[in-house]
């Protein structure tokens, strides 16, 4: 089992940034990837950006060029910077590691986190 919990949303004026955590504990060792998706108020849950185990990182066209994926693996945390943000990135922000057994892929998620963007 794989647990994680997000810290670091909140209400931010258009234009501002923020940083979001994503603390990993327990069998994380063998994670194929990282990364972290968000909802909208009724959409559905999309990719946002995520980092393989090597460290190759992925973007929604949505998002690139204002947000950054990156880990600490000596902390077992992944973070998320957002700059530039804009009230269409309001969602509940969330967590996920992933792995691959026996060709089985295993998601793990966090509980989430609010970010709101206000014009």
Same mark, same amino acid.
């Given at each position: 089992q794989v647990q994680l919990v997000e810290s670091g949303g909140g209400l931010v004026q258009a234009? #501002?940034?923020l940083r979001l955590s994503c603390a990993a504990s327990g069998?994380?060792?063998s994670l194929a990837a990282m990364g972290w998706y968000r909802q909208g108020p009724g959409k559905q849950r999309e990719l946002v950006a995520d980092i393989s185990s090597g460290g190759t990182t992925n973007y929604a066209d949505s998002v690139k060029g204002r947000f950054a994926i990156s880990r600490d693996n000596a902390k077992n945390t992944l973070y998320l910077q957002?700059?530039?943000l804009k009230p269409?990135?309001?969602?509940?922000y969330?967590?996920?590691? @992933? @792995?691959?057994? #026996? #060709?089985v @892929?295993?998601?793990y998620?966090?509980?989430g986190t609010q970010v709101t963007v206000s014009s």
């Open positions: 234009g #501002g940034s069998s994380i060792f957002m700059n530039s269409e990135d309001t969602a509940v969330y967590c996920n590691a @992933r @792995r691959v057994l #026996g #060709g @892929r295993l998601d998620w966090g509980q």
